[in-house]
T-cell receptor, first 115, second 118 residues
Framework: NAGVMQNPRHLVRRRGQEARLRCSPM?????VYWYRQLPEEGLKFMVY????????ESGMPKERFSAEFPKEGPSILRIQQVVRGDSAAYFC?????????????FGSGTRLTVV | AQTVTQSQPEMSVQEAETVTLSCTYD???????LFWYKQPPSRQMILVIR??????QNATENRFSVNFQKAAKSFSLKISDSQLGDTAMYFC???????????????FGKGTKLSVKP
């Protein structure tokens, strides 16, 4: 089992470009969570998705950010028109059932740098 | 709203010694989970230990154990026989237990940077 796979590991974008971050959950996991880690901070929840559904996006900025988890393929976190403040590490986690009470499995994150 | 506080930004310990990392949290919930995650320089978030609030017995995982004081809303992590590989950021995290269909959002503290010295 390859674990939660995130790519790319590092992503550099110029201000105004789009950033697309991918997350493949562990085999058999249909629940995906995205978190953002700013420098010197803990992770902060952004969005929770099940296959083809957004369950909770209360932590996601209302503009420029979107997420999807299609029936086939990885979950995608998309940031349009990136700004310097979007520079952070973005983590994906997955679980086989709702709630994650047994603790998620996290990926290694994507470090986004906006120049 | 729930909050998690880690009051020690940095700590260090000698190899083979014992160290305790502090964590307090604020919640009005009665049923919840608490976690400690380790983040080494590789950036991978690794689950160290988990505690269910309704269980009075403190969780242990090999060299890692917790001191869970529900009334005081305290959840400290003790690392015994510290090893060089324990050097990492350690994050305390809280999750509400909302039953079936729980959203399962983790709320993290800001972390404690632990250095194990040879």
């Amino acid at each position: 089992n390859a674990g939660v796979m995130q790519n790319p590991r590092h992503l550099v974008r110029r201000r105004g470009q789009e950033a697309r971050l991918r997350c493949s959950p562990m085999k058999g996991h249909s629940h995906v969570y995205w978190y953002r880690q700013l420098p010197e901070e803990g992770l902060k929840f952004m969005v929770y998705l099940q296959k083809e559904n957004i369950i909770d996006e209360s932590g996601m900025p209302k503009e420029r950010f979107s997420a999807e988890f299609p029936k086939e393929g990885p979950s995608i976190l998309r940031i349009q028109q990136v700004v310097r403040g979007d520079s952070a590490a973005y983590f994906c986690a997955s679980s086989p059932f709702p709630g994650g009470g047994y603790g998620y499995t996290f990926g290694s994150g994507t470090r986004l740098t906006v120049v | 709203a729930q909050t998690v506080t880690q009051s020690q930004p940095e700590m260090s310990v000698q190899e083979a010694e014992t160290v305790t990392l502090s964590c307090t949290y604020d919640t009005s919930e009665n049923n919840y989970y608490l976690f400690w995650y380790k983040q080494p320089p590789s950036r991978q978030m690794i689950l160290v230990i988990r505690q269910e609030a309704y269980k009075q017995q403190n969780a242990t995982e090999n060299r890692f154990s917790v001191n869970f004081q529900k009334a005081a809303k305290s959840f400290s992590l003790k690392i015994s026989d510290s090893q060089l590989g324990d050097t990492a950021m350690y994050f305390c995290a809280f999750m509400k237990h909302e039953g079936e269909g729980s959203q399962g959002n983790l709320i993290f503290g800001k972390g404690t940077k632990l250095s194990v010295k040879p």
